[in-house]
């Protein structure tokens, strides 16, 4: 996933935290028993800066797992001048001792089946092996449910979300990977907001243990040749220069790493390569939190999904039932925009950030401002149509049976219902013009949330106009497809448990300030 907040101010803190564990300063020691399988790895090693509520500077770090801890032998880890503020060191949301006796119920009867499983001197039939492995992989399945039990997370809402909660929203109820929670990114977060602290900025690295060897490094080599507490006979990858050749440990500051495709347009996805490395002080590369596991807690923990962000804009992926902008009432505040102005403060410099809406159905991409300018520029292209915009969506029956085309281009005319808010009717006089153009991608089986199977229709939309509603209106009016996307509470039917089956999955714009054309993708969830 894309990095949530800007890595210059925290990166620097990890340049003083790898330089403290080279000289001894701060180690990191085993905690719990050793995972043998993990034994060799090194572990990430994050920073998040804040500001406490009176305006003053918050360090945290924190490695990430449950089985080490960084730990100064000091007392207090000293600072340089340009490493201002107080500095605490995160811990395990979850000890490892808490795990193993969450997993220690179970433990022996799984050894146990296994052992079974495993014997081959056990004259037994394909059927009972069957049955043994079923029922260790129920024993392995509760193990792993009480584990997730233990883990809670403190947002930035002020609630405290468990796990399981947090994957109903964000992950389909599906259980996440083992050592969700574990990663360096939530653990910061969790402590921040439990002590009401604003991030400002993340930076995460991994930082590797190898056995005691000559290390290539730039043009020559480097002997790696210091004692550690983590095991014994063990070094730390840790250089003065920098992967790039040069010896980069005067550089000012760290430059956000740019990700982008060859040529002169940057493309963005929900899911990209890791960037670059920055010339900082060691050679580990600053990593983004990770998909499998952060990409599951950080938008629950955070508010928002956040695809790409710099210094002007913000590009996020909206859910489906949650308002673009405030509504009127107490209880339709809860939006896009004011939980972007919550993350991220007095950085937005405008009341109304978000550059264009989706319907609280839709989901998918949504951009915001954090400066007038940009907010203006971007205004400008949308009203020059120097915007495109690429949507999916799931029609509730078959279109080429329809006698609908493969590919087209429709203009319907709409206004408002003003009887019957906020629908919107065909009007051929009064109505404004909607150009829609379509390509039919396939038909396929739809799993309605009852459990029951219909065929249903795969179209791509690009809309050439921004009329409200364009979308749904092309599909369910008479004058356009006749056949509506399928949870459409407006111009369709929704079951329980469903959703409108409409995503922006894709923007092309020229960037306010850069002037590069931006290509940012997000795929949907169904």
Same mark, same amino acid.
């Given at each position: 996933?894309?990095?949530?907040?800007?890595?210059?101010?925290?990166? @620097?803190?990890?340049?003083?935290?790898?330089?403290?564990?080279?000289?001894?300063?701060?180690?990191?020691?085993?905690?719990?028993?050793? /995972?043998?399988?993990?034994?060799?790895?090194?572990?990430?090693?994050?920073?998040?800066?804040?500001?406490? @509520?009176?305006?003053?500077?918050?360090?945290?770090?924190?490695?990430?797992?449950?089985?080490?801890?960084? @730990?100064?032998?000091?007392?207090?880890?000293?600072?340089?001048?340009?490493?201002?503020?107080?500095? %605490?060191?995160?811990?395990?949301?979850?000890?490892?001792?808490?795990?193993?006796?969450?997993?220690?119920?179970?433990? @022996?009867?799984?050894?146990?089946?296994?052992?079974?499983?495993?014997? $081959? =001197?056990?004259?037994?039939?394909? $059927? =009972?092996?069957?049955?043994?492995? &079923? =029922?260790?992989?129920?024993?392995?399945?509760?193990?792993?449910?009480?584990?997730?039990?233990?883990?809670?997370?403190?947002? *930035?809402?002020?609630?405290?979300?468990?796990?399981?909660?947090?994957?109903?929203?964000?992950?389909?109820?599906?259980?996440?990977?083992?050592?969700?929670?574990?990663?360096?990114?939530?653990?910061?977060?969790?402590?921040?907001?439990?002590?009401?602290?604003?991030?400002?900025?993340?930076?995460?690295?991994?930082?590797?243990? #190898?056995?005691?060897?000559?290390?290539?490094?730039?043009?020559?080599?480097?002997?790696?040749?210091?004692?550690?507490?983590?095991?014994?006979?063990?070094?730390?990858? %840790?250089?003065?220069?920098?992967?790039?050749?040069?010896?980069? /440990?005067?550089?000012?500051?760290?430059?956000?790493?740019?990700?982008?495709?060859?040529?002169?347009?940057?493309? %963005?996805?929900?899911?990209?390569?890791?960037?670059?490395?920055?010339?900082?002080?060691?050679?580990?590369?600053?990593?983004?939190?990770?998909?499998?596991?952060?990409?599951?807690?950080?938008?629950?923990?955070?508010?928002?999904?956040?695809?790409?962000?710099? $210094?002007?804009?913000?590009?996020?992926?909206?859910?489906?039932?949650?308002? /673009?902008?405030?509504?009127?009432?107490?209880?339709?505040?809860?939006? +896009?925009?004011?939980?972007?102005?919550?993350?991220?403060?007095?950085?937005?410099?405008?009341?109304?950030?978000?550059?264009?809406?989706?319907?609280?159905?839709?989901?998918?991409?949504?951009?915001?401002?954090?400066?007038?300018?940009?907010?203006?520029?971007?205004?400008?292209?949308?009203?020059?149509?120097? *915007?495109?915009?690429?949507?999916?969506?799931?029609?509730?029956?078959?279109?080429?049976?329809?006698? +609908?085309?493969?590919?087209?281009?429709?203009?319907?005319?709409?206004?408002?219902?003003?009887?019957?808010?906020?629908?919107?009717?065909?009007?051929?006089?009064?109505?404004?013009?909607?150009?829609?153009?379509?390509? +039919?991608?396939?038909?396929?089986?739809?799993?309605?949330?009852?459990?029951?199977?219909?065929?249903?229709?795969?179209?791509?939309?690009?809309?050439?106009?921004?009329?409200?509603?364009?979308?749904?209106?092309?599909?369910?009016?008479?004058?356009?497809?006749?056949?509506? *996307?399928?949870?459409?509470?407006?111009?369709?039917?929704?079951?329980?448990?469903?959703?409108?089956?409409?995503?922006?999955?894709?923007?092309? #714009?020229?960037?306010?300030?850069?002037? &590069?054309?931006? +290509?940012?993708?997000?795929?949907?969830?169904?």
């Amino acid at each position: 996933m894309f990095p949530p907040f800007p890595q210059e101010k925290a990166a @620097k803190i990890l340049e003083k935290l790898i330089f403290s564990l080279q000289t001894g300063e701060i180690e990191l020691v085993q905690v719990a028993r050793p /995972s043998e399988e993990r034994k060799n790895q090194g572990v990430m090693l994050g920073a998040l800066v804040c500001k406490d @509520k009176n305006g003053e500077i918050v360090n945290l770090v924190t490695n990430s797992g449950n089985a080490k801890k960084l @730990k100064v032998e000091s007392g207090k880890w000293k600072t340089e001048n340009d490493f201002f503020g107080e500095v %605490v060191f995160v811990g395990a949301i979850v000890s490892a001792e808490e795990i193993e006796d969450a997993l220690s119920e179970n433990d @022996k009867e799984i050894h146990e089946l296994t052992e079974q499983i495993n014997n $081959e =001197q056990l004259a037994i039939s394909s $059927e =009972q092996l069957k049955e043994l492995r &079923k =029922q260790r992989e129920k024993l392995c399945s509760l193990s792993l449910e009480k584990v997730h039990d233990l883990y809670k997370f403190h947002c *930035i809402d002020g609630k405290i979300r468990s796990l399981k909660e947090i994957c109903e929203m964000y992950n389909g109820g599906k259980l996440p990977p083992t050592g969700t929670g574990d990663c360096c990114a939530p653990k910061l977060l969790d402590y921040a907001f439990s002590h009401e602290l604003m991030p400002i900025s993340l930076a995460e690295l991994q930082y590797d243990f #190898f056995a005691k060897e000559n290390v290539p490094h730039g043009g020559g080599e480097k002997t790696v040749d210091r004692e550690n507490s983590l095991s014994e006979g063990q070094g730390i990858l %840790v250089t003065t220069g920098c992967r790039c050749g040069n010896d980069c /440990s005067t550089a000012e500051g760290v430059p956000l790493a740019v990700w982008s495709d060859s040529g002169s347009a940057e493309s %963005v996805t929900a899911k990209p390569d890791r960037p670059t490395a920055p010339c900082t002080l060691h050679t580990a590369n600053l990593i983004p939190p990770c998909d499998e596991r952060c990409g599951i807690l950080l938008p629950a923990m955070l508010g928002l999904r956040i695809l790409y962000q710099d $210094e002007a804009i913000c590009v996020v992926n909206k859910q489906s039932g949650l308002l /673009s902008v405030p509504g009127r009432g107490e209880d339709k505040q809860d939006c +896009i925009e004011s939980r972007f102005r919550r993350l991220f403060g007095d950085k937005v410099e405008i009341k109304q950030p978000a550059v264009h809406r989706l319907d609280m159905e839709t989901s998918g991409i949504m951009i915001l401002s954090f400066t007038k300018e940009a907010h203006r520029e971007l205004n400008r292209q949308f009203e020059a149509k120097e *915007i495109q915009k690429e949507y999916i969506a799931l029609l509730d029956g078959v279109l080429p049976k329809m006698g +609908i085309a493969q590919h087209g281009t429709m203009e319907l005319f709409f206004r408002l219902d003003v009887d019957n808010r906020p629908h919107q009717i065909w009007d051929s006089e009064n109505g404004k013009s909607a150009v829609t153009e379509w390509e +039919i991608l396939g038909v396929e089986r739809y799993h309605a949330p009852d459990g029951s199977t219909r065929n249903a229709t795969r179209v791509l939309f690009m809309p050439h106009t921004g009329r409200t509603h364009q979308l749904r209106l092309a599909s369910s009016d008479s004058h356009g497809f006749g056949c509506p *996307i399928i949870g459409d509470t407006l111009y369709g039917h929704c079951d329980e448990g469903e959703r409108l089956m409409l995503h922006a999955k894709k923007i092309s #714009f020229t960037h306010p300030i850069t002037g &590069k054309r931006m +290509i940012i993708e997000c795929e949907s969830e169904f």
